[in-house]
Each structure stands twice: as structure tokens, then as C-alpha cells.
């Protein structure tokens, strides 16, 4: 019999706020991130705006000693993993140390501290790099800096799937409670605002505003490409007896995950959306589902012509008759497209929404494409009861993930 | 290059800075691990500082050496003056 899983703790640094209850406000509020990038020069590229998170001050959340040598995506995820351990009443001694794990999705994490470390080769000669920079070089950085800033002990895992990666983190935070290697995980997402990655988006014509209006507004007519932005968010994870063991409050329970690799084209979605078809399904399966039965789908939606028509398609088929009354809405109309980062956001929105009992809402929403025609909850939040709802990410190059959670 | 006490305090505030101490904490006595809590990381990190403000390199068996600011200054002026 698998163990049930819960959430009990949250952190959230994002470009619509930092902490939880900042976090849902402004999701509730439909506030935007969306602004004129500073983190770099724009001038020569056609495309100015970005969702940086322009108050970040991790100092506040973690003090100022030690952060010195940090490059931003650790910083971002440090301050996400306080807040949801302080969030879940948790702190880790040594002796429950070896049971508290780390798995977090990053992909470009370490993109901006690769090419720093390679100027400071290059400009001052290799001798004369500064070794304390040198970690901020891989990938496993960040969630290997949050397991030494908390002294945890027990597994830590880095998962690079793309802009699945955080969902995926999730299921594998799960798999390490079930299979007994950890009583708590840490898990969640991380993606700094950089301007290589920004540049990367750029040259593959990721990035709105070159074809069409520089806007994050999925499902939209005039949709034309994303906003890249930067974020990050963690979860508590824990078996329900041990939440319930220790007194916790429990935000949500995990029903199910389900996830499908579907290679097409690099840098192309599929056409037909098989894959989010599969994780879809592997989802509700995985939860004991059925498609009448949930209330909400957090979208993956990002504002690009295809995946906001794939995503509606695969919805239709997936929830047929019921399609039309589900609702449906894209936090990254609000957020923009923080990759890795997304679906970790995206599940800590979902969670406000079954908790507040609200709907966060498709901002940008002013036109009409024929061809998605769900209830995307236009522009204002909706105020809803809800119980079960499932979590969307998948990307351009083969990867498709979905996650179910309910109200406990 | 400066005067040795201009040398001396250089390296009293890259070390200050490195460790996250206040330099007056930074004696010629005081122990950098035992007193300061600098660890392995911050001890490359001080070499490498030092070796790229003077534009000298300190051999790696110099390193254990280096457990004070006394030492680390009398190792300085030890490559200084090679050059």
C-alpha cells in the first residue's frame, strides 16, 4: 500500500512576490511580473521585458554571511528552501538529518556562472580564476548548497528535464518517501533571470515581442512567443502519518503524477501533444481518477502559438464532455515562462488555489483565438471551491509531465 | 607595490572580507580556523586572492602554512620579494 503524500510546507520567491502569502495575493489579484529587464543590456535585441524579481533581497530570508560566493539561482532557491522548511515548522538536526532529502529541477541554473568563470579565464589568464566560484559552475549547485546551508544528510537530487524538471523533482521527492530513503523532501524548482539563457530563448525564437506584441497572454490571439523569467519555489513533502504525527498542517494531499517522453523536433512541440496526452492520463490513472473529477488545470500554457493550442487539444481529448466546464488557467500569463522553475510554481499556485478558494486568473486576455475556446478564467480571478485539480508542464523538446493534488 | 604596512593591510581587509569578520578580529595571532571559522574553501580562496592582487604564486605546500595573518604576510613578502 503506497504511502499518501502531503504537503506541509511552502516557499516561494517570485517575480509577483516572495513567501507564500505574498504569492497568492498577488495570483489573486492578477498581478503581473512582466517588466523592462535590468539584470542586463537590452538595447540591441528587439525584445526589452522579462519577470525578474526586482526586490530580491536574500539577506533578509537568510542573513548576510555566507552568501558571498552564491551565484543568483542559488540565492533564489536558498531562500525558497527557508521559507518552506520555516513554513512546515521543520528545522533539521543532526539526528533526523540523514532523513531529510533535496530534490530540486534546474536546467540553466549554472549557465551565468559557466560563462563568468570562463571571462575571468580568459581576461586575467586561467591561474588567476577564483576557486570559490568554481561550484556555481555545475548544475547540482543550488540544491547542493541548500543541503549544506541546512546541514541535511540525506539524498540530493538534481533534476534537468527540461521545463519539466520541477514536476519531475516532485515525483522523485515522492519515490524517496516511499521508498523509505527520506521521511521529509525538500522539493521544488529553480531558474535564474540570465542573460545567456535570455539570449538562448532569443536566437530560437522563443521570446515574444519579435512577431507580435511583447506579451505573456496564453491562449490569446496575439500570442507570440514567451516572457522568460526567473523564480523559484519548494515544497515540503511528507507522508501523511508523519504530518499527522508531528501536528502539521497539511496545505494538500499528492493523488497522482504521470509523465510521457514524446521526441519530435529539437525545439519543436509535437504537433498532436501524444505525450501531454499520455502524462495526462498516467496522472489521473496514477490518482484513481477520473476526468469528472477534476475541477481545475493549472495550464503549462506560455503564451507560444503552439503549446497553448496542443495543451487545449489534449485537454478536449483527455476530459471530452467535461472540457468545457473545467477551468482552466495559466499562472504564466502572471509569471511568465521561468522553465524549470514553472512547475514547482505552478503546483505552489494550485495549492492557494484549493486552500483560498480561488482561481488565479489568464491575464493578458483581450482576444479570441476560435481554436482555444476552454474557460481560461479571463483576466480576473474566479472565486471557486475547489478539490482536485491537476498540474500541466511540458516543453519543446519531448518532455510531459502531470501532477494531480487534492484538498486533504 | 607599496610599503610593507600597506601590504600588511591590504591583505588584513581581503582576509576580512573572505572570512565575513570585522578586521579588527583579525590579529596577527588569531587562528584563522580555530578563531576566524574559515574553512577549506575560504583557505583557496584567500591564496588565490593574494596570488592575483601581488601577480605571485604561492606553491601548494605553502598552504598549510598559512593559519595566521602573521604567516600569511610573511609568506607574501617571502614571494614579493622573489619577483
Redesign the interface.
Known amino acids: 500500500m503506497k504511502d499518501n503524500i502531503v504537503i506541509t510546507g511552502i516557499g516561494v520567491v517570485s517575480s509577483i512576490g516572495i513567501g507564500k502569502d505574498a504569492f497568492w495575493q498577488a495570483l489573486e489579484e492578477g498581478k503581473s511580473g512582466v517588466k523592462p529587464v535590468t539584470l542586463f543590456d537590452t538595447s540591441k535585441l528587439r525584445v526589452k521585458m522579462g519577470t525578474e524579481i526586482s526586490d530580491f533581497k536574500p539577506e533578509e530570508i537568510l542573513g548576510?554571511?555566507?552568501l558571498?560566493?552564491l551565484d543568483r539561482a542559488t540565492k533564489l532557491l536558498l531562500c525558497a528552501g527557508k521559507l518552506a522548511l520555516d513554513d512546515a515548522g521543520l528545522e533539521i538536526n543532526p539526528e533526523d538529518a540523514g532523513r531529510a532529502g533535496i530534490s530540486v529541477g534546474t536546467t540553466v541554473g549554472s549557465l551565468w556562472s559557466i560563462s563568468e568563470f570562463d571571462k575571468s579565464a580568459l581576461r586575467?589568464g586561467p591561474?588567476?580564476?577564483?576557486?570559490?566560484e568554481f561550484?556555481n559552475t555545475v548544475i547540482n549547485s543550488p540544491p547542493s548548497q541548500l543541503a549544506i546551508r541546512l546541514k541535511s544528510k540525506g539524498p540530493c537530487a538534481t533534476i534537468s528535464s527540461g521545463f519539466t524538471s520541477s514536476l519531475d523533482a516532485v515525483k522523485y521527492g515522492i519515490d524517496l518517501i516511499r521508498n523509505k530513503r527520506a521521511q521529509i523532501v525538500l522539493a521544488g524548482g529553480v531558474e535564474e533571470f540570465c542573460e545567456q539563457t535570455y539570449l538562448g530563448f532569443y536566437k530560437v525564437n522563443l521570446l515574444a515581442g519579435v512577431k507580435g506584441p511583447e506579451l505573456s497572454c496564453p491562449f490569446d490571439k496575439r500570442r507570440n512567443g514567451v516572457i522568460f523569467g526567473e523564480g523559484s519555489a519548494v515544497l515540503v513533502l511528507e507522508s501523511q502519518e508523519s504530518a499527522q504525527k508531528r501536528g502539521a498542517r497539511i496545505y494538500a494531499r499528492i493523488l497522482g503524477y504521470g509523465t510521457s517522453f514524446y521526441p519530435y523536433a529539437i525545439n519543436k512541440y509535437e504537433p498532436q501533444g501524444k505525450g501531454l496526452k499520455k502524462a495526462m492520463k498516467f496522472a489521473l490513472e496514477d490518482a484513481g481518477l477520473s476526468a469528472e473529477n477534476i475541477d481545475y488545470i493549472c495550464a503549462a500554457a506560455n503564451s507560444t502559438e503552439e503549446a497553448d493550442l496542443i495543451e487545449t487539444e489534449v485537454i478536449k481529448e483527455v476530459f471530452a464532455k467535461y472540457a468545457k466546464t473545467i477551468l482552466v488557467s495559466s499562472t504564466k500569463s502572471m509569471l511568465g515562462e521561468t522553465f524549470s522553475a514553472a512547475g514547482a510554481l505552478a503546483v505552489a499556485a494550485t495549492i492557494g488555489a484549493i486552500n483560498k478558494d480561488f482561481i488565479p486568473p489568464t491575464i493578458n486576455y483581450a482576444q479570441k483565438d476560435p481554436a482555444c475556446d476552454l474557460n481560461y478564467v479571463p483576466n480576473k480571478s474566479s472565486k471557486e471551491k475547489i478539490n482536485k485539480a491537476a498540474v500541466n508542464a511540458f516543453g519543446p523538446n519531448g518532455s510531459n509531465s502531470c501532477l494531480v493534488v487534492s484538498k486533504i | 607595490m607599496g610599503s610593507i604596512n600597506t601590504v600588511e593591510n591590504e591583505i588584513k581587509e581581503l582576509i576580512a572580507q573572505i572570512l565575513e569578520v570585522g578586521s579588527e578580529k583579525i590579529t596577527p595571532d588569531a587562528k584563522f580556523v580555530e578563531d576566524l571559522g574559515m574553512d577549506s574553501m575560504m583557505a583557496l580562496e584567500i591564496v588565490a586572492a593574494i596570488e592575483k592582487k601581488y601577480k605571485i604564486t604561492i606553491p601548494e605546500e605553502n598552504l598549510m602554512k598559512l593559519a595566521s595573518l602573521g604567516d600569511v604576510i610573511a609568506v607574501t613578502e617571502q614571494f614579493l620579494g622573489k619577483k
Open positions: 548576510s554571511k555566507g558571498r560566493n586575467d591561474h588567476f580564476v577564483n576557486p570559490a561550484p
